[in-house]
């Protein structure tokens, strides 16, 4: 029998302090390779401080890190050799062309004059900035940044990308385009650390999520195993009048189901907390003489999870 | 709705990614790349430059002006004009000025976040830090040329040291410069705020320079003034680089100079590498 590869990422107790501000409390990650990981929580909850000491900009307070097996604080250059980052904010030299960002990098990264020049020119056209390659980057949009930037973190093939909430600042399209690499990134082998506030790109993407509340892990698994623990399934009955409403409202009341009324829409939603709570449905509007129009049944979402595990807090910037 | 996707569809076998052989280029090899980006700052920024080019005008006339009156103070050398005592001095103001463009470099790098690009990439931070203090260097030539084509012009500056005499003066300055700006730099890579950094600057810049002889001699400080101007390097410099113009030559001070900005130069760049490495 083999034993288990090595994880990509191990945090062991990861604790961070600004002052007297704790921005991480104990926070374990295992992370294994060529996997999808996704970092949820609110603003401040400690995502891009995690990420900027997995990526070696960061020294902990406490706790172990180890990144492609090795030790950051030991090793910080030889993990720098392995992986790349895409920050949060975007990281260009504004007053460089397109083009002359992407040529630096790969020059940097050790590749030759011509080899440079030609991953520039593949970069340019995958990320649909070639009429704007030789303009200042002062002059983009910020989608336009935000490509450049993540073309900058694809200029060479890395063990571990870090993606600081990528989507920001990119229209729905590049946002999916954005997901396309991620899976095409992780086809590689390359394992991928994803930092977002968009739901759906956690539950799209990410073969686990780690969600983050005040410093503190709350809950890690794969999505479906935390909407499986964390999330519940509705039943929404939608009726055909606003007398069948009333009755059905007061049935499923009754029965201690606690509907949610939508009167304009004539429907009543009920959370299942138990497997019976559907039979209860039925049998309630079956004992009131309600007969629905349609019974649809809603699977849970991440977002539902997301909003349990840390408390409706709030998400603008602090 | 178009769905923009990354290394098109046209070409799948191509790998998303360039090749994972590329861990880090030879030092030297960053440090020219870095050089080259911050050199192409330095000529693109063209208000910057403008505004660096006018201020070697405004210095010279100011200060030429303002105390030439000085030429006839006690204790002043004799048959030395004001602007012939002065532009030594200006030399050495002006490439420090670089010295302190090149610490602003790295706070400017820092604020828009390429600093942090670089910090995780394999580039040693040396290298950024050495590209940014030769474009400095670069800049601060590029301003002496224009100062004393100035004065040749403005001034009739022709001093008898010659013109072998007043380019090893700049040589000498734009050395001492060098060294000295890696104070700034070493500010920059503590500080990492610009407006924080020109404050700080501020501070350095005047005892360097007032607490020395660059405007006047030192006889004619007071007393605690001139025991602190005769320890400080840019004292030592500007005798030298007086001497230079003045008379083609120059004494042991120019070796106290040197000695002494090199070893600020060490201390400093060990200062500012450590404070780039820090994982804050």
Redesign the interface.
Known sequence: MTAPAAPSIEVRGVTKRFGRVTALDDVDLTVPKGAVHGLLGHNGAGKSTLVGILATLLRPTGGSVRVAGLDVLERPAQVRRRIAVTGQQTTLDLTMSGRDNLYMTARLLGAGRRAARARTGRLLEAFELTAAADRPARAYSGGMRRRLDLAMTLVRRSEVVFLDEPGTGLDPASRLATWDMVRRLTATGTTVVLTTQHLEEADRLADAVTVLADGRVVATGSPEELKRRIGRRSATVHLATAADTLTADHALAGAGLHPECDHPRRALTVTLNRDRDLTAVVRALDAAAIEPTRLTLAEPGLDQVYLALTGHRRTEAP | ????????TDRPH????????????PTT??IG??TA?SM??LV??RRLLIIGLLESLVMLVAFGQVFSGLAYAPGFPAGVRYVDFLLPALLLTTTLQSGIQAGIGVTD?AQ???L????????WPGSILIARSLAGLARGALRLAVLLALARVLFGYDPAGGARGVLAAAGLSLALSWSLGWLFIALACWIDQTEALHATAGLVMFPLMYASNAFVPVGGLPGWLRRIARYNPVSHGIDSARDLCLTGTTGPGVLNAVLAGLLIAVLAAAAAVRGLS???
């Open positions: 709705m178009t769905v923009r996707a990354p290394l098109t191509e790998p998303l990614t360039g090749s994972g052989d590329w861990h880090g280029a090899t960053q790349i870095l980006r192409r700052a693109l920024n790098d828009s976040g390429i942090d690009r670089l910090r995780s990439m394999p580039v820090r994982a804050r």
